[in-house]
């Protein structure tokens, strides 16, 4: 390239990104919303509560990931999750702030909020992710209630499955009710969170994406924010969150990095045979999501108002 070119690009380059600054900083920007996996309107309702009362984005997440952890219905996340195939309900669940703080749990047994003790973490000691007997023992000590999180309903379910699996932890489309919010707060800060009981039936010890930081949240208050759902291996592999807020950084639109990031799983593997939906949201209130699968949805709180939207996907 010659210099002269060289010099115009690059002046080129740093006016757009002194306009994306600007428009980062514009008060037309879309602040505080909420924004979560799947049809979760009382947990957008419950992080659009706390935004009003102390506006902070992380409160939000928090607030929001506790309505599905202590939902004995919903068979996914917390308390009435489905068990391992030996019957242990095992939660999984991270947090992550507009600071770059971040926290985790995974393989925690018996507590009922493991998105409080993942913010616990964070906040009360050096490290970021505590595990199993260990993110037990240090729940306690943080005053957190020893609990049976095993309802009824998960113990006939569990019990129905052996009888046909022949002990094979499944991969399948159907199950995935992780909750997974991204939250801009009043001041326009991100923070992100996401909590799950994993997959159904899934290997005793098994640990999916819902803890990883960059896997199932991640967030950078100069960008926004992405989180995930779906069979967390994958999403593993591909450290899909991360991604999408570097594809952000990059210039993609919440929409455009969704995409590409279901793209490389696309790419790669036997997309056919299981589901995983992204959801982005940047600093300027702009979101997308996309799925491999139909059937993705997501729930967004602007201005008070709470809707769930259907999320585009790949597999027509
Ligand atoms: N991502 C979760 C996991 O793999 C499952 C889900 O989204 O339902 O543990």
């Excluded at 008060?27 to 506006?55: D, R």
């Excluded at 913010?119 to 037990?136: C, D, I, N, Y």
């Excluded at 020893?146 to 699996?165: I, M």
Aim: proline letters at 3%; one cysteine or more; charged letters at 20%.
């Amino acid at each position: 390239m010659q210099r002269r070119t060289f010099i115009k690009q690059t002046s080129i380059l740093t006016a757009l990104a002194s306009t994306q600054t600007l428009a980062s900083n514009n008060p037309s920007t879309q602040f505080p919303m909420v924004i979560s996996t799947w049809k979760n309107e009382k947990a957008n309702e419950a992080a659009w509560a706390s935004l009003q009362k102390t506006g902070r984005a992380l409160d939000a997440v928090e607030a929001g990931a506790r309505i599905p952890e202590a939902d004995p219905n919903d068979t996914s996340v917390g308390y009435g999750g489905f068990p391992d195939r030996d019957g242990n309900v095992t939660l999984d669940a991270c947090i992550m702030d507009e600071k770059g703080n971040a926290g985790s749990v995974t393989f925690l047994q018996h507590i009922m909020h493991p998105i409080s003790v993942a913010r616990a973490v964070m906040e009360k000691t050096p490290h970021v992710m505590l595990s199993g007997e260990g993110a037990l023992q240090f729940a306690l000590s943080q005053g957190f209630k020893k609990e049976n999180l095993l309802t009824d309903v998960a113990k006939k379910a569990w019990e129905e499955w052996k009888k046909t699996s022949k002990y094979e932890p499944k991969i399948n489309i159907e199950r995935h009710d992780t909750i997974g919010l991204l939250a801009l707060g009043t001041k326009g800060e991100i923070s992100g969170a996401c909590t799950t009981s994993g997959l159904a039936f899934k290997m005793h010890g098994r640990v999916g994406d819902s803890p990883v930081i960059g896997a199932a949240v991640f967030c950078d208050d100069e960008v926004g924010g992405a989180c995930a759902t779906g069979l967390g291996e994958f999403v593993l592999k591909t450290l899909g969150s991360f991604l999408i807020v570097e594809l952000m950084r990059n210039g993609k639109t919440p929409q455009q990095a969704c995409e590409e990031a279901i793209m490389r799983i696309v790419k790669r593997y036997n997309y056919k045979e299981f589901q995983i939906g992204y959801l982005a949201l940047n600093k300027k209130g702009e979101y997308g999501a996309y799925s491999i699968q139909s059937g993705f949805s997501y729930t967004i709180t602007e201005n008070g108002v709470t809707k769930v939207i259907e999320s585009k996907y790949y597999m027509k």
